[in-house]
């Protein structure tokens, strides 16, 4: 049994002495012994995709080969599913792959960092994949940031996604939402109002510059209504203060990359709201706040 390597290290201590995947030990194995990960992050194959994979190995032949592991009487891939369908739709009865010996929680990085290279997930599929490294093996953001190449808040604002309604979730998996459109959009008030502009950026209609402005403009105006009634006139200066915390709030929010509110009556005195999902996020604020 081969050493365990450990997580958050990436791909090269994954394999650590065994070398790059993609160099020499490949062995020749039938494809019916091997079967594909089920906890494979991506579900979504794009079956054009894969008949132009055909075509390539058709012509040229299979440069890289798959990386699988023992599981049972046979072998579970590791790396190279887009590979391995392509072969089976061109009827080939056997296929080069290099074995090696993973653990579940080094196999489900592997192959999230893999999709993850080749860009091929959609913000839902790359975020599950995220909490399901943290939920089921305990990895830490800063273990996940290591091993994926991405930073913490990248990371976070990724899980994050998650929380969204699901009518937005179904558009970020057919990808006609991207991942900072459906971001700006978590600083609206309401889920409608969250939907409402989703459809509109969808349909190309609104920037992710766009939606910023738009919910900044409705945060200030939601702000004045909060205004007791015997401030509703308020002075020269009470506007100014209210205009500052504004530009505050927004500074804020583009600092944590993460919703901020700042309440206040007269301008002068209120409270900071700061959202947060995780202990790894909240951890993360933490350091932000204090490292000046």
Known sequence: MAKKKALGQGLDALFGDNGNADQGGANSLRMSDIEPNRDQPRRHFDDAAIAELADSIRQHGLIQPIIVRPLGAGYQ???????????????????????????????????????????????????SAFRSLMDEYNMTQEELSKAVGRSRSAIANSVRLLNLPEEIIEMLRKREL??????????????????????????????????????????????????????????????RNMNFLTEMQL??????????????????????????????????????????
């Not at 459809?199 to 909060?226: C, F, M, N, Q, Y």
């Open 251 to 292: 500074s804020l929010e583009n600092h944590l990359q993460r919703k901020v509110k700042i309440s206040s009556s007269d301008g002068e005195k209120g409270t900071i709201t700061i959202d947060f999902y995780t202990k790894d996020e909240l951890s993360e604020i933490a350091d932000k706040l204090t490292m000046y």
């Open 178 to 239: 991207s991942a900072g459109q459906a971001k700006a959009l978590s600083a609206a008030e309401t889920e409608e109002e969250m939907i409402a502009i989703a459809k509109d950026a969808s349909a190309g209609r609104i920037t992710v510059r766009g939606i910023e402005k738009l919910l900044s403009k409705r945060s200030a105006s939601s702000e004045k209504d909060d205004i007791p009634e015997n401030n509703k006139n308020p002075d020269k200066e009470q506007r």
């Open 77 to 127: 891939i590791v790396a190279g599913e887009r590979r391995w369908r392509a072969c089976r739709m061109l009827g080939m009865s056997e296929i080069p792959a290099i074995i090696r010996e993973f653990t579940d929680p080094e196999t489900a990085q592997i192959a999230l960092i893999e999709n993850i290279q080749r860009e091929d997930l959609n913000p839902i599929e790359e975020a």
